[in-house]
């Protein structure tokens, strides 16, 4: 079969750095797809992006369809003929829509029965007729998350489109893509190389843009180079270079021919808190911090610069003015900060709306101190430090600092709370009470820290739900769910013993009359529980275990947790399969009996008849004893291994014994029995829906 190159490449303005990579990615996988829709074999889809291009090169592809013959089936030969062998209105309509008469269609037979069909075949097309469909195609549905208009016309892309480029081989496909012609002209580097490049051969790409036009359009090449040449300059500073794979990424997308070129400020900037003098340069700069061998933040930063420039010593120092500028501004704000003590900003606290119904955050604050106190006790934290760092929590966001760098709430707090001397667990929950901030993040450290951050959560979680602003769709304002999901961690995670149940009490219950939503702490627990299946099915459990833990609605998110390792691990015991199997029985047989609601409160020994069925009473009575021990402690992987002895005296009993007597008693006292194995199972899961 004859292979050529196929190249696509669409010229654009600037784009969006931070999903560059994404989109190139989507553009190859979409367009992988149309291939394989269109059946045009390949071999591999490469793909290219700078801040001004996106673009995609197929090896070896086909150039042209195979012949394919395609089944019409219509329907099945005892609706197509009635039983005098007239064709009916079903079989006329289906010939009717394939443009056929019942004459062209044939019987044919399989598994399923008799069928009419119709085979046509479809000779091939070229691929040069296929490909602008596939690309248009492609190019439409890429995640965007913010389409553009420009000029007069109506047509829609992530950013206006100036060149379209589609050759297969050297010959260039003719084309409308997005309301561009497509032609042979690519561009090259804006201010550097030749800017106008005419392509004549597919293969000629990016090599060209390379030699020619001073463009790296090999996106992780780009990426490596710019990471080799960050690393030695640190080497050579003795220091190690911040290189966080997110604003690596973003570098990248931001220039074409990257120069690496290192800066230094003032070193008398250093006593500003380092995280700020990191978030200007790494947020608002894109620079890369370089740190000491010992963690210390040096005098220096990286750059990546988009063009080489005559004056290299021009560019430096231009960067380092901006640099120099901001710090100068972060200085100032932590000098006039530090003019008075963290504490001092409580009062200004009343300014500041948490929300319009629930009051001030001077008002969350004194809730956030009396709940902190009441989890410290439950969980053995310090009390009296888990109510200063509570109390101090919510101070930095009035200051100077934060007030510049949002980003920083918390950490200044805790940079402040050290300069004035408070204990350092204190200082620490300060930053620790809004952890965990993002998926993947940390949950707080020391339990101080834990206190303050459950309580503030918690808080969030009862206040909203309380004046019924509960999230709805993907729109969640107050970030409840990150809120929900953060309490669970941390509970889980920390192993500390608390309850859902008495913690939410205690929240709605600080609110007084703020609040008055009909069953609202039922709901905030449901709503809790109900984040342990995203989190549970990230990790790799299945929903149905997660399931069968939520029938039961353990409130104590560590138990939870306990009961779910627990049950995944039943599936290494050998009787589990028939331990599920025993519990589905038993709870069709419940649910299916008239009897349910009379069941005894406990077996009546003198009812019992058969040999089986005395046998597993006394089973559950021994077993019963046995696994209140394990019940109490959590030994839930414990307690099912001494469950799974139940297989063989429930099988017996099933083999040998009628539930569904004449003898109402009976029946009554055998439903009863196999409740009570049921509630042995429910004290973990309900593993009858495994």
């Not at 801040?51 to 005892?78: C, F, Y």
């Not at 309490?487 to 309850?499: G, H, M, Q, S, T």
């Not at 649910?591 to 089973?619: G, P, T, V, W």
Request: glycine share 4%.
């Amino acid at each position: 079969m004859n292979e050529k190159t196929f190249l696509v490449e669409i010229g654009t303005e600037e784009l969006p750095p931070k999903v560059l990579r994404s989109l190139a990615e989507a553009f190859a996988t979409r367009l992988s797809v149309g291939l394989n829709n269109a059946g045009l074999a390949y071999r591999k889809v490469n793909w290219f992006a700078t801040p001004r291009r996106l673009a995609l090169k197929v090896a070896h592809l086909a150039t042209m369809q195979l012949d394919r013959e395609i089944e019409n089936r219509g329907p099945p030969i005892s609706k197509a003929f009635d039983s005098n062998g007239i064709a009916t209105k079903e079989a006329h309509a289906w010939a009717c829509r394939n443009g056929i008469t019942l004459n062209q269609a044939k019987c044919f037979n399989d598994k399923k029965g008799e069928y009419l069909a119709y085979h046509t075949f479809i000779k091939g097309q070229q691929a040069q007729s296929l490909l602008p469909g596939i690309v248009a195609t492609a190019l439409s549905k890429l995640p965007i998350p913010k389409l553009m208009r420009w000029g007069t016309s109506d047509i829609q892309f992530v950013r206006p489109i100036h060149t379209v480029t589609l050759l297969l081989n050297d010959a260039l496909i003719p084309a409308t893509i997005l309301g561009v012609q497509s032609n042979r002209v690519i561009y090259g580097h804006r201010f550097m190389g030749k800017q106008k490049l005419i392509l004549e051969h597919a293969d000629q790409y990016p090599q060209i843009l390379l030699e020619r036009g001073k463009v790296i359009a090999d996106y992780n090449l780009r990426k490596s180079e710019i990471k080799k040449t960050a690393e030695i300059i640190a080497y050579q500073l003795n220091g190690n270079v911040d290189l966080s794979d997110n604003l690596l990424e973003e570098v990248t997308s931001l220039v074409e021919w990257p120069v690496v070129l290192r800066a230094k400020f003032e070193e008398k900037f250093l006593s500003v808190p380092t995280e700020a003098l990191v978030y200007t340069m790494k947020v608002d700069q894109k620079y890369f911090p370089i740190y000491s061998h010992d963690g210390h933040l040096l005098p220096y930063f990286i750059f990546v610069a988009n063009i080489e420039s005559k004056d290299v010593k021009q560019v430096i120092k231009g960067n380092e003015k901006v640099v120099r500028a901001r710090f100068s501004d972060a200085k100032f704000f932590f000098n006039t900060d530090r003019k008075q003590s963290l504490e001092d900003n409580l009062k200004n606290l009343k300014n500041i709306l948490f929300q319009k119904e629930l009051g001030t955050l001077r008002e969350k604050t004194s809730r956030i101190i009396a709940l902190a106190k009441w989890i410290a006790i439950k969980i053995g934290a310090n009390v009296n430090h888990a109510a200063r760092a509570a109390l101090l929590s919510k101070c930095d966001l009035v200051t100077n600092m934060v007030c510049e760098f949002t980003d920083m709430q918390g950490i200044i707090g805790m940079h402040y709370a050290r300069c004035d001397g408070e204990v350092e667990d204190v200082a620490v929950a300060i930053n620790e009470h809004y952890q965990p901030r993002f998926s993947g993040d940390n949950v707080p450290a020391n339990l101080v820290s834990c206190a303050v951050a459950i309580a503030d959560k918690i808080d969030t979680l009862a206040g909203i739900f309380g004046v019924n602003q509960p999230p709805k769709g993907d729109k969640d304002p107050f970030a409840l769910r990150r809120s929900a999901l953060g309490v669970l961690r941390i509970i889980v995670e920390k192993r500390l013993p608390l309850d859902l149940q008495t913690l939410t009490e205690e929240a709605v219950r600080l609110y007084g009359a703020k609040i008055n939503n009909v069953n609202i702490v039922n709901k905030i627990i449901d709503f809790i529980l109900g984040r342990f299946y995203t989190w549970y099915q990230q990790k790799g459990y299945e929903i149905t275990i997660i399931q069968a833990v939520m029938v039961c609605r353990p409130t104590r998110p560590a138990d939870f947790d306990a009961r779910v390792k627990a049950i995944s691990q039943l599936y290494f015991l050998k009787e589990w399969n028939l331990l599920v199997i025993a519990n589905k029985r038993i709870s069709n047989i419940l649910a299916k009996s008239k009897l349910s609601d009379r069941l005894n409160d406990n077996i009546q020994i003198a009812l019992l008849k058969e040999n089986a069925e005395i046998q597993l009473a006394n089973f559950i009575t021994v077993l019963n004893e046995k696994l209140q021990p394990h019940f109490e402690k959590g030994c839930y992987m414990e307690a099912l291994i001494e469950l799974a002895k139940l297989v063989d005296p429930i099988n017996n009993f099933f083999n040998n014994v009628m539930v569904n007597t004449d003898d109402s008693n009976i029946r009554i006292n055998r439903l009863t029995l196999l409740a009570k194995i049921r509630d042995l199972f429910l004290q973990i899961a309900d593993i009858s829906i495994l």
